[in-house]
Every structure is written in structure tokens, then in C-alpha cells.
């Protein structure tokens, strides 16, 4: 959920034409780090289904 949270915040400072004017130059760390969260939320997902499906198995 912190991951998500942090994921909507870093897109809507991006989606920010301000974020542009007054914070340029802070912008690839913004992408970089958008990227890294959208992996782990990912990865996050695969494991949570993973570990639902051996649940359901039991």
C-alpha cells in the first residue's frame, strides 16, 4: 500500500505541468523512481497471488 501511495504521489507531480518549471531538475530521479516502484509493485503482485494459489491449494 506504501508503495501505491508513493506511486500516485510521484504521478501526480509528474503529471504537474509546475513540477516542470520549478522542479526540473529533479525530474529523472522522479522517473527513475517511478520505475523502481512500478517493479516492485509488480514483483509484490506475483508473490501475493503466489502465496494465494498455495492457500488455496491447502
Known sequence: AGLEEE???LQA???D???YREAA???PA???RLQAI???VEAAMLRWEELESRAAKK
Open 7 to 9: 506511486q500516485g504521489t
Open 38 to 40: 512500478e517493479a516492485e
Open 25 to 27: 531538475a529533479e525530474i
Open 13 to 15: 507531480r509528474l503529471n
Open 17 to 19: 505541468p509546475a513540477t
Open 30 to 32: 522522479m522517473n527513475a
